[in-house]
Protein backbone atom coordinates (compact mmCIF):
# COMPACT_ATOMS: atom_id res chain seq x y z
CA UNK A 1 0.00 0.00 0.00
CA UNK A 2 1.14 3.08 -0.87
CA UNK A 3 1.78 5.37 2.14
CA UNK A 4 0.61 9.60 2.17
CA UNK A 5 1.81 11.01 -0.76
CA UNK A 6 1.91 15.18 -0.88
CA UNK A 7 2.38 17.16 -4.01
CA UNK A 8 4.27 19.04 -5.42
CA UNK A 9 7.37 18.57 -3.14
CA UNK A 10 9.44 22.05 -3.69
CA UNK A 11 7.71 24.72 -4.88
CA UNK A 12 8.73 28.73 -4.97
CA UNK A 13 6.51 31.36 -4.66
CA UNK A 14 6.53 34.84 -4.34
CA UNK A 15 4.95 37.46 -1.57
CA UNK A 16 1.48 38.06 -2.28
CA UNK A 17 0.58 34.98 -4.21
CA UNK A 18 -1.97 32.51 -3.89
CA UNK A 19 -0.55 28.39 -3.54
CA UNK A 20 -2.19 24.95 -3.26
CA UNK A 21 -0.73 22.26 -1.71
CA UNK A 22 -2.45 18.66 -2.47
CA UNK A 23 -2.32 15.00 0.26
CA UNK A 24 -3.19 12.07 -0.80
CA UNK A 25 -4.03 9.71 2.63
CA UNK A 26 -3.44 6.12 3.27
CA UNK A 27 -6.41 3.73 1.27
CA UNK A 28 -8.99 3.54 3.97
CA UNK A 29 -7.91 6.72 6.15
CA UNK A 30 -10.47 9.47 6.66
CA UNK A 31 -9.04 12.07 8.56
CA UNK A 32 -6.18 14.24 6.99
CA UNK A 33 -4.32 16.80 9.28
CA UNK A 34 -2.27 19.88 7.89
CA UNK A 35 1.09 21.17 9.70
CA UNK A 36 3.44 23.59 9.10
CA UNK A 37 7.16 23.42 9.91
CA UNK A 38 9.38 26.65 10.09
CA UNK A 39 13.18 25.54 10.17
CA UNK A 40 14.63 24.60 13.12
CA UNK A 41 11.11 24.27 15.02
CA UNK A 42 8.36 21.47 15.40
CA UNK A 43 5.12 21.56 13.67
CA UNK A 44 2.49 23.30 14.06
CA UNK A 45 -1.25 22.53 13.94
CA UNK A 46 -2.99 24.21 10.91
CA UNK A 47 -6.07 21.86 10.31
CA UNK A 48 -7.49 18.31 10.47
CA UNK A 49 -10.47 17.30 8.15
CA UNK A 50 -12.61 14.33 9.04
CA UNK A 51 -14.98 12.57 6.82
CA UNK A 52 -14.99 15.99 4.58
CA UNK A 53 -15.78 18.00 7.78
CA UNK A 54 -13.27 20.28 9.49
CA UNK A 55 -12.49 18.80 12.77
CA UNK A 56 -9.88 21.64 14.37
CA UNK A 57 -8.35 24.26 13.08
CA UNK A 58 -4.85 25.68 14.61
CA UNK A 59 -3.81 29.53 15.55
CA UNK A 60 -3.42 30.97 11.86
CA UNK A 61 -4.72 33.29 9.22
CA UNK A 62 -7.88 33.27 7.81
CA UNK A 63 -5.23 33.33 4.39
CA UNK A 64 -5.05 29.33 5.62
CA UNK A 65 -7.80 27.55 4.26
CA UNK A 66 -8.33 23.44 3.41
CA UNK A 67 -10.70 20.77 2.09
CA UNK A 68 -10.96 17.69 2.16
CA UNK A 69 -12.57 15.85 -0.92
CA UNK A 70 -14.94 12.52 -1.10
CA UNK A 71 -11.68 10.26 -1.89
CA UNK A 72 -10.29 11.97 1.22
CA UNK A 73 -7.44 14.04 -0.21
CA UNK A 74 -6.79 17.09 0.49
CA UNK A 75 -6.26 20.79 -0.51
CA UNK A 76 -4.35 23.29 1.52
CA UNK A 77 -4.35 27.03 0.37
CA UNK A 78 -2.21 29.30 1.56
CA UNK A 79 -3.19 33.14 -0.05
CA UNK A 80 -1.77 36.73 -0.27
CA UNK A 81 1.54 34.87 0.86
CA UNK A 82 4.14 36.49 3.75
CA UNK A 83 8.32 35.63 3.59
CA UNK A 84 7.31 34.00 6.88
CA UNK A 85 5.01 31.36 5.17
CA UNK A 86 8.26 29.48 4.02
CA UNK A 87 8.16 26.85 5.84
CA UNK A 88 7.55 22.92 5.36
CA UNK A 89 3.97 21.35 4.85
CA UNK A 90 3.01 18.23 5.92
CA UNK A 91 0.05 16.15 6.06
CA UNK A 92 -0.73 12.89 7.98
CA UNK A 93 -3.72 10.74 7.45
CA UNK A 94 -5.08 8.43 10.36
CA UNK A 95 -8.19 6.34 10.02
CA UNK A 96 -10.32 8.19 12.83
CA UNK A 97 -9.63 12.00 14.02
CA UNK A 98 -8.02 13.71 16.58
CA UNK A 99 -10.87 16.00 18.22
CA UNK A 100 -13.23 14.42 21.18
CA UNK A 101 -11.00 12.16 22.74
CA UNK A 102 -10.54 10.10 19.40
CA UNK A 103 -6.50 9.19 18.89
CA UNK A 104 -5.13 7.11 15.86
CA UNK A 105 -1.42 6.82 14.92
CA UNK A 106 -0.35 9.49 12.50
CA UNK A 107 1.11 8.46 8.82
CA UNK A 108 3.30 11.52 7.83
CA UNK A 109 3.77 11.95 4.38
CA UNK A 110 7.21 13.40 2.86
CA UNK A 111 6.18 17.25 2.95
CA UNK A 112 6.20 20.01 0.66
CA UNK A 113 8.68 23.13 1.16
CA UNK A 114 7.77 26.14 0.32
CA UNK A 115 9.44 29.03 -0.12
CA UNK A 116 8.67 32.53 -0.58
CA UNK A 117 10.78 35.42 -1.80
CA UNK B 1 5.70 28.74 28.02
CA UNK B 2 5.54 26.06 25.22
CA UNK B 3 2.99 23.47 26.04
CA UNK B 4 5.31 20.72 25.19
CA UNK B 5 9.00 20.80 26.28
CA UNK B 6 11.62 18.42 25.44
CA UNK B 7 15.11 18.46 26.66
CA UNK B 8 17.88 18.35 26.07
CA UNK B 9 17.46 20.24 22.70
CA UNK B 10 21.13 18.38 21.53
CA UNK B 11 22.04 15.26 22.53
CA UNK B 12 25.67 13.74 20.98
CA UNK B 13 26.38 10.08 21.80
CA UNK B 14 28.98 7.41 20.60
CA UNK B 15 27.63 4.35 18.90
CA UNK B 16 26.18 2.06 22.07
CA UNK B 17 25.35 4.72 24.55
CA UNK B 18 22.20 4.24 26.47
CA UNK B 19 19.83 7.45 25.39
CA UNK B 20 17.13 9.00 27.33
CA UNK B 21 15.49 12.56 25.78
CA UNK B 22 12.47 13.59 28.53
CA UNK B 23 9.00 15.00 27.40
CA UNK B 24 6.85 17.50 29.77
CA UNK B 25 3.57 18.71 28.64
CA UNK B 26 1.40 20.95 30.65
CA UNK B 27 -1.92 20.11 29.09
CA UNK B 28 -4.35 17.45 29.60
CA UNK B 29 -3.81 14.71 26.77
CA UNK B 30 -5.52 11.54 24.83
CA UNK B 31 -2.07 10.58 23.88
CA UNK B 32 1.52 11.16 23.49
CA UNK B 33 3.27 10.70 20.27
CA UNK B 34 7.05 10.50 19.98
CA UNK B 35 8.10 10.82 15.97
CA UNK B 36 11.44 10.69 14.94
CA UNK B 37 12.10 13.21 11.60
CA UNK B 38 14.86 12.34 9.68
CA UNK B 39 16.68 15.47 7.30
CA UNK B 40 14.69 16.04 4.03
CA UNK B 41 11.59 16.01 6.42
CA UNK B 42 10.09 12.65 6.23
CA UNK B 43 8.15 11.38 9.66
CA UNK B 44 7.90 8.38 10.89
CA UNK B 45 5.55 7.65 14.23
CA UNK B 46 7.03 5.52 16.61
CA UNK B 47 5.14 5.21 19.38
CA UNK B 48 1.52 6.59 20.60
CA UNK B 49 0.78 5.51 24.03
CA UNK B 50 -1.57 7.06 26.91
CA UNK B 51 0.08 4.90 29.53
CA UNK B 52 2.61 2.63 30.88
CA UNK B 53 5.40 1.47 28.40
CA UNK B 54 5.81 0.87 25.37
CA UNK B 55 8.66 -1.21 23.40
CA UNK B 56 10.00 -1.91 19.58
CA UNK B 57 13.41 -3.22 19.08
CA UNK B 58 16.23 -0.82 20.35
CA UNK B 59 13.10 2.18 21.53
CA UNK B 60 10.85 2.10 24.80
CA UNK B 61 8.50 4.85 25.51
CA UNK B 62 7.57 5.55 28.90
CA UNK B 63 4.94 8.11 30.13
CA UNK B 64 3.51 9.25 33.65
CA UNK B 65 0.28 10.95 33.59
CA UNK B 66 0.20 11.67 36.96
CA UNK B 67 3.61 13.52 36.16
CA UNK B 68 2.77 14.72 32.59
CA UNK B 69 5.95 13.35 31.67
CA UNK B 70 7.15 11.03 29.13
CA UNK B 71 11.00 9.28 27.75
CA UNK B 72 11.91 8.02 25.10
CA UNK B 73 15.10 5.50 25.52
CA UNK B 74 17.19 4.02 22.88
CA UNK B 75 19.45 1.27 23.91
CA UNK B 76 23.04 0.36 21.89
CA UNK B 77 22.53 3.35 19.85
CA UNK B 78 23.41 3.47 16.45
CA UNK B 79 24.57 6.12 13.50
CA UNK B 80 21.44 5.94 11.78
CA UNK B 81 19.69 6.84 15.04
CA UNK B 82 20.68 9.82 13.85
CA UNK B 83 17.74 12.06 13.63
CA UNK B 84 15.54 14.46 15.86
CA UNK B 85 13.51 13.03 17.92
CA UNK B 86 10.05 15.15 18.63
CA UNK B 87 7.69 14.66 21.19
CA UNK B 88 3.70 15.73 20.29
CA UNK B 89 0.46 15.52 22.70
CA UNK B 90 -3.03 14.98 22.06
CA UNK B 91 -5.09 17.72 23.27
CA UNK B 92 -8.23 18.22 20.60
CA UNK B 93 -5.38 19.13 18.24
CA UNK B 94 -1.59 17.99 18.18
CA UNK B 95 0.89 20.23 19.93
CA UNK B 96 4.13 19.26 19.19
CA UNK B 97 7.58 19.99 21.15
CA UNK B 98 10.66 21.57 19.31
CA UNK B 99 12.48 18.62 18.91
CA UNK B 100 15.66 17.16 20.40
CA UNK B 101 18.55 17.00 17.41
CA UNK B 102 20.07 13.59 18.43
CA UNK B 103 23.48 12.62 16.65
CA UNK B 104 25.00 9.69 17.33
CA UNK B 105 28.58 9.00 16.77
CA UNK B 106 30.72 5.95 15.09
Known amino acids: DAGVTQSPTHLIKTRGQQVTLRCSPI?????VSWYQQVLGQGPQFIFQYYEKEERGRGNFPDRFSARQFPNYSSELNVNALLLGDSALYLC????????????????FGPGTRLTVL | KNEVEQSPQNLTAQEGEFITINCSYSVGISALHWLQQHPGGGIVSLFM???GKKKHGRLIATINIQEKHSSLHITASHPRDSAVYICAVNNNDMRFGAGTRLTVKP
Open chain 2, 49 to 51: LSS
Open chain 1, 92 to 107: ASSLVGLAGGLTDTQY
Open chain 1, 27 to 31: SGHKS
